[in-house]
């Protein structure tokens, strides 16, 4: 079965940049959806097939995406970027897959 | 603008039925690309997939659960329905309906907290 793997949490100074990464076989082949949720809310997608930002979303906010591994950058860290980060794909065979979810703490 | 609105019970028993209902409005689920999922999120956990319902009435369901699960729309009333059967303890959660346009699971509802006890 098609699972996708990301790091329990990652940690970032404020200000600095925060790189989360979603692992998953041939995942480059895939368009890859990145969902931010904070405590008590429903997910909100902040990147699309890769690399795209919804409206609203900060360009400090960018996705890429290479043969096993998709990523997730969040430049200029801000105490408001805390929360938890979801990486997603379409696979044929299962459906809707989501990686298991990365807890962003800002310092 | 999509805003979607889930409802149903809030505390089931063990081997009950769980019925869930996602009313929408802004989106219309009969145009191309369009379908509308559950997903369900155990306290403290990640996001799990339950199912989806496309535009043409088409349904997929999450492999692991697929027996336990069914999903229907009625676009006149502007609802889509799941259940799922024989509820346990581990099916504790909170349950979303969220907007899947394109492949992006673009709108979500505010979730709706199920306590199976």
């Known amino acids: 079965s098609f699972e996708l793997t990301q790091p329990l949490s990652v940690s970032v100074a404020l200000g600095q940049t925060a790189r989360i990464t979603c692992g998953g076989d041939n995942i480059g082949s895939k368009n890859v959806h990145w969902y931010q949720q904070k405590p008590g809310q429903a997910p909100v997608v902040v990147i699309y097939r890769d690399s795209n930002r919804p409206s609203g979303i900060p360009e400090r906010i960018s996705g890429t995406n290479s043969q096993t591994t998709a990523t997730l950058t969040i430049s200029r860290a801000q105490a408001g970027d805390e929360a938890d980060y979801y990486c997603?794909?379409?696979?044929?065979?299962?459906?809707?897959?989501f990686g298991g979810g990365t807890k962003l703490t800002v310092l | 603008q999509i805003t979607l609105k889930e409802s149903g019970p809030t505390l089931v028993k063990p081997t009950q039925t769980l019925t869930l209902t996602c009313s929408f409005s802004?989106?219309?689920?009969?145009?191309?690309?369009?379908?509308l999922g559950w997903i369900r999120q155990p306290p403290g956990k990640a996001l799990e997939w339950l199912a989806l319902i496309y535009w043409t009435d088409d349904k997929r369901y999450s492999p692991s659960l697929k027996d336990r699960l069914t999903i229907t729309k009625d676009t006149s009333k502007n609802q889509v329905v799941f259940t799922m059967t024989n509820m346990d303890p581990v099916d504790t959660g909170t349950y979303f309906c969220?907007?899947?346009?394109?492949?992006?699971?673009?709108?979500w509802g505010q979730g709706i907290l199920v306590i199976v006890s």
């Open positions: 997603q794909v379409w696979d044929n065979t299962i459906g809707v897959v």
């Open positions: 802004g989106l219309s689920l009969t145009s191309t690309g369009e379908g």
């Open positions: 969220a907007y899947r346009r394109d492949g992006i699971l673009t709108d």
